[in-house]
């Protein structure tokens, strides 16, 4: 049981460091590279950091651990917004989430939290319309957050266009592009050997030596939020050069909680619900 548990945290850790000194630095470093806006970087980043996730709820969800893949998202979820908190704490961006665009997107984030506490409740109830209607919930809210900085961020993303014009700009270069594309490709398939022997050991851990799903899944949620971690403070030490530009760190560092959030619960989760209604 030892050997188990001690693989169980050295694939876990795997796939974080995957995810965090590959795939997520090469997305981020395309970003860059391409010039994307720092809600768009969030964005990706979000993507990114979802990656892991990802992984472990579709494996636990092959392997018919369903209630490990939604305690997984339910505490990554929570983790999430704990340490995107601490993050404009210690940053001391306060003043900055004040701005309305932020307020509303962290009150959407708020409701991410809450959905995992509902199908965690009423988990023998969860069908393939549950996925459906989550799906359809994702693109709402991607639209709202979109008409949210239209309303409330434009001057912003007008004075990133500013600075970008007056700062000395690089022009892309498309063998770092080309680089970052085939490191993306080489952890995608690293990421998904080391995930397809995380659910082998979980599927062993629950089965034989009768761990509880929800002790994995809330420990899953502990170690695949660590990316986001990370992110989230260095978005915002990424433009500390002055106080001016604080807003565009916590800009990007909200975008990639409520991207990462809701891939967790609207896309990844429904993809989770549906692997266990099609395959168990």
Same mark, same amino acid.
């Given at each position: 049981?030892i050997?188990?548990?001690?693989?169980?945290?050295?694939?876990?850790?795997?796939?974080?460091?995957?995810?965090?000194?590959?795939?997520?630095?090469?997305?981020?470093?395309?970003?860059?590279? !391409?010039? !994307?806006?720092?809600?768009?970087?969030?964005?990706?980043?979000?993507i990114?950091?979802?990656?892991?996730?990802?992984l472990?709820v579709?494996?636990?969800?092959?392997k018919?651990?369903?209630?490990?893949?939604?305690?997984n998202?339910?505490s990554?979820?929570?983790?999430?917004?704990?340490?995107?908190?601490?993050?404009?704490?210690?940053?001391?961006n306060?003043?900055?989430?004040?701005?309305?665009?932020?307020?509303?997107?962290?009150?959407?984030?708020?409701?991410?939290?809450?959905?995992?506490i509902?199908l965690?409740?009423?988990?023998?109830?969860?069908?393939i319309?549950f996925?459906?209607?989550?799906?359809?919930?994702?693109?709402?809210?991607?639209?709202?957050?979109k008409?949210?900085?239209?309303?409330?961020?434009?001057?912003?993303?007008?004075?990133?266009?500013?600075?970008?014009?007056?700062?000395?700009v690089?022009?892309?270069?498309?063998?770092k592009?080309?680089?970052?594309?085939?490191?993306?490709?080489?952890?995608?398939?690293?990421?998904?050997?080391?995930?397809?022997?995380?659910?082998?050991v979980l599927?062993?851990?629950?089965?034989?030596?009768?761990?509880?799903?929800?002790?994995?899944?809330?420990?899953?949620?502990?170690?695949?939020?660590?990316p986001?971690?990370?992110?989230?403070?260095?978005s915002?030490?990424?433009y500390?050069?002055?106080?001016?530009?604080?807003?565009?760190?916590?800009?990007?560092a909200?975008?990639?909680?409520m991207v990462?959030?809701?891939?967790?619960?609207?896309?990844?989760?429904?993809?989770?619900?549906?692997?266990?209604?099609?395959?168990?």
């Open positions: 049981m050997i188990e548990i001690g693989k169980f945290f050295i694939y876990a850790i795997l796939i974080v460091l995957l995810s965090k000194f590959l795939l997520a630095k090469a997305l981020r470093g395309m970003a860059e590279n !391409l010039k !994307l806006k720092p809600r768009t970087t969030g964005s990706i980043a979000g990114a950091t979802s990656i892991p996730e990802f472990t579709t494996i636990s969800s092959f018919g651990l369903a209630s490990t893949s939604l305690y998202i339910f990554s979820n929570i983790i999430n917004f704990i340490q995107y908190i601490a993050s404009i704490l210690v940053n001391k306060n003043r900055e989430i004040k701005n309305k665009a932020i307020l509303i997107q962290l009150g959407m984030a708020i409701f991410t939290i809450i959905i995992p509902f965690l409740r009423y988990e023998q109830h969860i069908n319309y996925a459906i209607s989550f799906m359809i919930i994702y693109f709402i809210f991607l639209w709202i957050i008409k949210v900085h239209e309303t409330y961020l434009k001057n912003y993303e007008k004075e990133i266009e500013k600075m970008q014009t007056i700062e000395e690089k022009e892309t270069q498309n063998k592009t080309y680089a970052y594309i085939l490191t993306i490709i080489i952890s995608g398939i690293l990421l998904y050997i080391v995930g397809d022997a995380l659910g082998d599927k062993k851990l629950s089965e034989t030596f009768g761990i509880a799903e929800s002790i994995l899944g809330i420990l899953l949620g502990v170690i695949t939020s660590i986001e971690f990370i992110t989230f403070f260095e915002q030490k990424h500390k050069q002055s106080k001016e530009r604080n807003i565009l760190g916590v800009i990007e909200t975008n990639n909680l990462s959030n809701m891939l967790n619960v609207f896309i990844i989760q429904s993809i989770g619900i549906m692997i266990n209604y099609i395959y168990h």
